[in-house]
């Protein structure tokens, strides 16, 4: 069993910055591909982006590429995520999820834990 808890969500004017931390817990996430997820109010879960345990590509969805940094930490067993130039259309609860697949997975099926999810909102 591996337990995430999301942390670093608020409330942000467009243009700028959060950092969202995900700790797990339980087991290592060395061996977890590691992924963000958003869900805005009324819309689909949607795959913000994802980082393999395998040393493989690290992927971002259109949305976020450029403005949005995956990195992890396996020897804290933290993943985060590095926000930058946020739009009105980033606001969402944000979760964190671990998959036992070696590729960067992009469906929640995919994943087999998941945080609790933070809530990120970005005022106009």
């Known amino acids: 069993q591996v337990q995430l808890v999301e942390s670093g969500g608020g409330l942000v004017q467009a243009g700028g910055s959060l950092r969202l931390s995900c700790a797990a817990s339980g087991r290592t996430c060395s061996r977890y591909t590691m992924g963000w997820f958003r869900q805005a109010q009324g819309k689909e879960r949607e795959s913000v982006g994802a980082i393999p345990w395998s040393g493989g590509s690290t992927y971002y969805a259109d949305s976020v590429k450029g403005r949005f940094t995956i990195s992890r930490d396996n020897a804290l067993n933290t993943v985060s995520l590095q926000m930058n130039s946020l739009k009105p259309e980033d606001t969402a609860v944000y979760y964190c999820?671990?998959?036992?697949?070696?590729?960067?997975?992009?469906?929640?099926?995919?994943?087999?834990?998941w945080g609790q999810g933070t809530q990120v909102t970005v005022s106009s």
């Open positions: 999820a671990a998959s036992s697949y070696g590729y960067a997975g992009i469906y929640d099926y995919e994943y087999d834990y």
